[in-house]
Each structure stands twice: as C-alpha cells, then as structure tokens.
C-alpha cells in the first residue's frame, strides 16, 4: 500500500507557488481536441470555467489557482502524454506522472519539512475520464473545499484520487477501478472535514477508502469491493485519526492482498471490510459487509469490521458500531480486541464475532 511522500521527495514543491489575481468577470474556455487543456487553465482566472469537448488529450495537468472549474463533455478522456511537464507533483512522484495536480503554496524551511503557506481554495474538476497514468490519477496538496465529482479514474498506477494537507476534500459520485494504490485517500489532515460519497470504488491494489492519520468527515452510500481492504481508519502513522462518520456503505469480497510499508507505518493486509485502527470518535452503522476473506495472504487483520489499538499502540476510543449487516465475513464478522474504551455495538447483525457476544 502506497501512502505517504517522505519530506525529501516533498522539499521539490518549493517551485509551486500560488497566483492570486481576481477576474474582473467570470470566463468560459472551451477546449476542442487539438488544443491545450493546460493553456486554458493558465489563461483563466478565479472564478473562470474549462470545459473541455470530447476527445482523447494527452496531458498532464496542473491547477494551483483558486476557484477554476475544469469539466469534460461526455467521452473527454485524459491520458498520459510522451513528455510529460514539470509540474510539482511530478517532480516529487519518484519518476510516476500524476494526471491532475491541483495544489497550495508551499514553503519548505531550512532544515524542515515543507509547509502549505496557503491553501488553494474552491477547485472543481467534473465529468472527466482520466485513464492510465503511472502516477496518481489526482493529487491535491494543500487544498481547500476541492471537489473530485463524476470521474472516471481508472488504471493509475498510483492512488485514484490522493488529498494531503487539506480541508474540506469532496469526493462526490466517482468511478475509481484498478488503480495501483488505494482508490481514495485522505490524509496527514487533522482538520480535514472530507465528504466521500456515492463513490464506486473496485479493484484497487491498496484501500478502497484509506484515511490515514486524517480527522473529521463522512463516508457513506459508497459501494466497496474487491480492494485489499474496503475502509481503513488508520492511526499512528504517524497522527491520529478520529471524528469519522461512515454510514450505509457496501463493503463486499475486499480480498486482494497488499504487502504494506512498515516504513510508512502501513501493515500488510487483506481481507478486510472495515478497519478501525487505533481510532477514536467515530461512528460506523447502516453498513453491508459481505465475504470479506483473507484468501492464503499474510494481513494484520481480516474480517468484517475489526476494532484494534494502532500500529503503534494508540487505544481505540468511543466508538459506536451500529445496525450493520455481516454475512460470511472470515475469520469473524466483528471482531475487537477488548484494549480500546468507551466501544459500544448495538444491534449489528452477524453471525460470528469477537468476542461472542457482539451480534445480536
């Protein structure tokens, strides 16, 4: 499970500064096949509309501009180009090209890790299909109430759609299908107050859903399957992660397997619908788990919904597991490892669980 970019790789964002400059009246762009998505973008200003006709464009695109709306017609497909530009998350994505890269203002001070100076606020990208690039199909660095909406993200040999230092993260209504690393991520975001809805999400070689070291959000009414794990909340690695809602999701058959980087705090896994690692204030209820199985490969944890003190020993803390539904969920539906406090499960129905008295 690909994760974390290490301060290092991160120092390259210095290049990536912010242009604040208002329109004086909102502008609509219309890109046709031929033309350059990119110059569209730079010509436009806060505010300013790309909308981008059908066809195949081979870019690599990157938004650092508050308030642009990128959006395709029907049959618009980003694809990687054969000289790819220096953007900022392709300088730091270890040789891999990002499709869309949309991010703040970045510092990085002498001697430490980089910091977001300012956030980039209000970027909206719709209605595109962005297909088989080696790196993340999105990258959102620093962003404020971004909206990923109606995507089509599939073959990135990177994560679907990945959001860092960020707030106010929407990922509304996509596809996400085969990607090389988790299909939607959010994280290193203590206040990241993310919305992750009506996704389908299949076939990621990671997390359908990782929200690692990230706080404060919704995930619900997406349907999950057939990823290493379906929704992990992961914390210690290295912060905290807690004030998750996740509710009325379809969780089913997230069997593939994922080695994991220790380094990174990321433990192998497989097998696993719902995993609560080491998280706190968080409630998960109204989901449906099916033939969730660790098939032969090693993981840290597999089963329906599992609830376990963090990677590096942080307790699991109030937590309300509620009115799911777990059918032939291996090697248990529920399952708690009885260190964390304040964990209540009401009326889930299961037909195995640790300990025993967990289904109703």
């Known amino acids: 499970m690909k994760t974390a970019r290490g301060a ?31 110059a569209a973008i730079n010509a436009s200003s806060p505010g300013d509309i790309v909308r981008v006709k059908e066809g195949v464009y081979r870019e690599s695109l990157e938004i650092a501009k508050n308030d642009i709306l ?21 300088q730091f994505s270890e040789g891999a090209v990002t499709g869309i890269c949309i991010h703040g203002q970045v510092a ?37 109430q971004t909206i990923i909406r109606a995507l ?35 994280g290193d975001s203590p ?3 993310a919305t992750i809805r009506g996704n389908y999400v299949k076939g990621n070689h990671g997390e359908g859903i990782l929200l690692r070291s990230a706080s404060q959000g919704h995930v619900r009414k997406n349907i999950i399957k057939a990823n290493c794990a379906g929704i992990l909340v992961l914390a210690d690695a290295p912060g905290p992660a807690r004030k998750w809602t996740i509710t009325n999701n379809a969780i089913a058959q997230n069997n593939k397997a994922c080695a994991g980087e220790p380094d990174e705090g990321e433990p192998a896994i497989s097998g696993l619908g719902i995993g609560l690692i080491g998280a706190r204030d968080t409630t998960v209820a109204g989901n449906g ?43 248990f539906d529920i399952s708690w490892d009885k260190v964390g406090t304040k964990i209540s499960f009401v009326d889930n129905r299961c037909s195995t669980s640790k300990p025993s008295s967990i289904c109703s």
């Open 289 to 331: 788990l099916y033939r969730n199985r660790q098939k032969g490969h090693p993981s840290f944890a597999s089963g329906g919904i599992v609830v376990t003190k963090g990677v590096e020993g942080t307790p699991e803390h109030n937590l309300l597991i509620q009115a799911n539904g777990l059918d032939q969920d291996e090697p």
């Open 8 to 38: 290092a790789v991160l120092a390259a964002v210095l290049t990536g500064a912010l242009v604040l400059v208002p329109g004086a009246s909102a502008k609509t762009r219309v890109v046709k096949p031929g033309k350059s998505i990119q």
């Open 70 to 90: 990128l959006e395709g017609e029907r049959g618009a497909v980003l694809k990687q180009p054969a000289t790819p530009p220096n953007t900022l998350c392709n």
């Open 191 to 193: 206040e990241a107050n």
């Open 152 to 186: 089509h993200l599939l073959d990135n040999g990177g994560y679907g759609s990945f959001a860092n230092t960020s707030r106010g993260t929407k990922y509304i209504n996509n596809d996400v299908q085969r990607s090389g690393a988790p299909g939607l991520y959010v």
């Open 108 to 144: 990085v001070p002498a001697g430490g890790p980089p910091d977001v100076v300012k956030l980039v606020r209000g970027v909206i990208v719709r209605h595109l299909n962005v297909e088989g690039f080696s790196g993340d199909g999105v990258f959102i660095y620093g962003g404020k």
